[in-house]
């Protein structure tokens, strides 16, 4: 950790991100914790949400439209490959550039900075272009963890931090140079690498049981996917189980849920700040294979049930997941149940993928990140 006079100047960092899902936010907020964490008082950050805040419509309302969007998966995927490839998304940016052109102009003249972090795959290219005349350091941090859109990569950009080797290597064949690429992690709050002293207390506040598992069915802060369903087929499975569902900031699913009579003990919730907390409290996720969740399961050492996916965005997730036998895809909910009752009535084969899991975490990201940033700006 870094000390400093009050007479040092603050380095001023810009961090470009969108609430088009939660993948952005968070890492964002986990970096800007970090660099405070790592180096306090010298770091002036600032959020900017591009779309919402600078981009003309119908783009401005991209954070809107990503829910309804994303729950048509074909579409998703189609749309994804359709774009992806160097020559594909360099000629949508070259289209949509004369249309943002203003926008991002603004944005750099009203947010005066000494480096950009890009936590969003859909402004860099635009913003390198835009920045030609009047260059500044830029850094990208890559927040998906295998299957990397080509938006991500431009070779201009001074340094690309990517989560897996698996993502680096997608990004030399997207023209990045080795030497511009570190392999980090995905940045997850700090809160995250701390465990529970007493799992069991925080249990009972909650009113969980403490004689059986608890599977933890997250569905991502908008509350996606096909939970109602999981759930229920949980429910009717016959598991010595208890079940905790987080139905994030969909009112409409929790208000659904209530109306369920349950055949186990279950415990709804909608957005909660205490993620940590729960993953530190559980015995197994059931999840969407978004890459942050999968982060921080993995820092929390837990056996990962993958329901549902972003056709191309999170197919590498997935296989990610399976491949280092951190958990399984399951994408019909009579298979999470059997994988739930393989873990539940085997607890040594459940540690053995919990201790698989904690194998692949990388609870220092963020950490690094920051150190990362500090580097590029001449702090140490």
């Not at 139905?247 to 003990?265: D, I, S, T």
């Not at 040594?348 to 194998?359: H, L, T």
Request: proline share 7%; with cysteine.
């Amino acid at each position: 950790m870094s000390e400093v006079s009050d007479s040092v100047p603050l380095k001023r960092v810009l961090f470009l991100f969108s609430d088009t899902g939660g993948g952005h936010r968070a890492p964002t907020e986990a970096m800007i914790e970090a660099l405070e964490l790592e180096f306090p008082g010298r770091f002036e950050t600032r959020m900017v949400d591009f779309f919402r805040q600078y981009y003309p419509s119908p783009l401005k309302y991209a954070p809107e439209l990503y829910p309804p969007i994303s729950r048509v998966p074909k579409a998703w995927g189609l749309s994804f490959k359709a774009s992806d490839g160097k020559s594909r998304s360099k000629a949508v940016a070259t289209l949509t550039y004369p249309y943002v052109r203003r926008a991002i102009s603004r944005l750099l003249a009203e947010n005066p900075t000494d480096l950009i972090v890009s936590v969003h795959p859909l402004v860099n290219q635009t913003l390198m272009r835009a920045m030609r005349r009047s260059p500044r350091p830029y850094l990208a941090v890559v927040t998906d963890l295998v299957s990397t859109h080509a938006f991500w990569f431009d070779r201009r950009a001074d340094l690309v931090v990517v989560a897996t080797e698996q993502a680096k290597e997608k990004a030399m064949e997207y023209g990045i140079a080795e030497g511009n690429l570190r392999v980090i992690g995905l940045p997850v709050r700090e809160s995250f690498n701390h465990r529970l002293s007493d799992p069991a207390a925080w249990r009972s506040e909650q009113g969980w049981a403490n004689d059986r598992p608890v599977i933890l069915l997250v569905s991502g802060g908008d509350g996606m996917g096909p939970v109602k369903r999981v759930a229920k087929a949980i429910s009717e499975a016959g598991l010595a189980a208890s079940l905790v569902v987080i139905c994030g900031r969909n009112e409409e699913l929790k208000a659904e849920l209530e109306r369920v009579k349950w055949q186990l003990p279950v415990h709804l919730y909608g957005f909660v700040s205490e993620m940590p907390k729960f993953m530190a409290a559980a015995d197994i996720v059931v999840t969407k294979a978004g890459a942050g969740s999968i982060s921080e399961a993995f820092i929390c050492g837990l056996p990962i049930i993958i329901y549902a996916k972003l056709a191309g965005q999170e197919d590498g997730n997935v296989t990610y997941v399976v491949e280092h036998n951190a958990g399984v895809w399951a994408p019909r909910p009579r298979e999470v149940t059997d994988a739930l009752r393989t873990w539940i009535e085997d607890p040594a084969a459940r540690a053995e993928v919990a201790a698989a899991s904690a194998k692949v975490a990388r609870p220092d990201a963020a950490r690094s990140i920051a150190r990362v940033i500090a580097d590029q700006l001449g702090i140490r």
